[in-house]
T-cell receptor, first 113, second 111 residues
């Protein structure tokens, strides 16, 4: 069974440029998460979807970040414009329902220069 | 008080040693608990769930103390391959479920 697939693996952009990340969750997993992880820190939740509905986006910086999960399957996370402080690893995860553990993708390492 | 707190370490232990990590959580409504392992520059991977009665998986033992709101992970007979960061994870039902990660505890097993 394929795991959570993310792309790209690495992205280097100049500040003020837009960037987008893509995630395809495990088949059948209705819950999808986007986390951001800074060096030496644990993953921090940005947004959580139940099917196509964003049920928790309280930590998403809405002035520059947006996300969508059309059709309740794959998802994209966008930053526009990117800032230097956005450099981090962006992890997508999915689970079957919200009560159990989640499975992570390999992440997108973003560097903003 | 942070929602999930862990000692960041590092814990440097010799091979064969027993090592224990603790994690405390602030929300008494927390419903499920997990330990994840994260290798350097890799994604976190589920190590084990933590059950109220305590549970064991080979050399790993997890325990939960709801009254004191802490979770522990015990690793016996440490191997070099156990070197990683161990993340404590708590799932809280507050409207919807919120899966919250600690910052992780770094373990280095030394030959």
């Amino acid at each position: 069974e394929a795991g959570v697939v993310q792309s790209p693996r690495y992205k280097i952009i100049e500040k003020k440029q837009p960037v987008a990340f893509w995630c395809n969750p495990i088949s059948g997993h209705n819950t999808l998460y986007w986390y951001r992880q800074n060096l030496g820190q644990g993953p921090e939740l940005l947004i959580r979807y139940e099917n196509e509905e964003a049920v928790d986006d309280s930590q998403l910086p809405k002035d520059r970040f947006s996300a969508e999960r059309l059709k309740g399957v794959d998802s994209t996370l966008k930053i526009q414009p990117a800032e230097l402080g956005d450099s981090a690893v962006y992890l997508c995860a999915s689970s079957l329902g919200g009560v159990g553990p989640c499975t992570f993708g390999s992440g997108t390492r973003l560097t903003v220069v | 008080r942070k929602e999930v707190e862990q000692d960041p370490g590092p814990f440097n232990v010799p091979e064969g040693a027993t090592v224990a990590f603790n994690c405390t959580y602030s929300n008494s409504a927390s419903q499920s608990f997990f330990w994840y392992r994260q290798d350097c520059r890799k994604e976190p991977k589920l190590l084990m769930s933590v059950y109220s009665s305590g549970n064991e998986d080979g050399r790993f033992t997890a325990q939960l103390n709801r009254a004191s709101q802490y979770i522990s992970l015990l690793i016996r007979d440490s191997k070099l391959s156990d070197s990683a960061t161990y993340l404590c994870v708590v799932n809280v039902r507050a409207g919807s479920y919120q899966l919250t990660f600690g910052k992780g505890t770094k373990l280095s097993v030394i030959p």
